[in-house]
């Protein structure tokens, strides 16, 4: 099994920026995509952004131009780097990796105050 620790999520106000973080550890075998999803309340959860293995990343519209995403693959840790956060951005963020099936995270709070 693989297991997903994220971290980074807090309270920053409108315009600010919060790095998360995902690292994998566990039975991995070999991690292909990584990324992000999001819930905000009363809401369906959203992709958020994802990265190959090979580092090709992509984003939804909503956060691309603030919102980049990376990884580590010594590590088997992806970050996501958000700026000028808006209070729409507050959600649940949950990661997710690729590796003989899909894994999640237990999701970090990020909460953008006007």
């Known amino acids: 099994q693989v297991q997903l620790v994220e971290s980074g999520g807090g309270l920053v106000q409108a315009g600010g920026s919060l790095r998360l973080s995902c690292a994998a550890s566990g039975s991995i075998s070999s991690i292909n995509d990584m990324g992000w999803h999001r819930q905000a309340p009363g809401k369906q959860r959203e992709w958020v952004a994802s990265i190959t293995s090979s580092g090709r990343a992509n984003s939804a519209d909503s956060v691309k131009g603030r919102f980049t995403i990376s990884r580590d693959n010594a590590k088997n840790t992806m970050y996501l780097q958000m700026s000028s956060l808006k209070p729409e951005d507050t959600a649940v963020y949950y990661c997710?990796?690729?590796?003989?099936?899909?894994?999640w995270g237990q999701g970090t709070q990020v909460t953008v105050s006007s």
């Open positions: 997710f990796v690729v590796d003989r099936g899909i894994h």
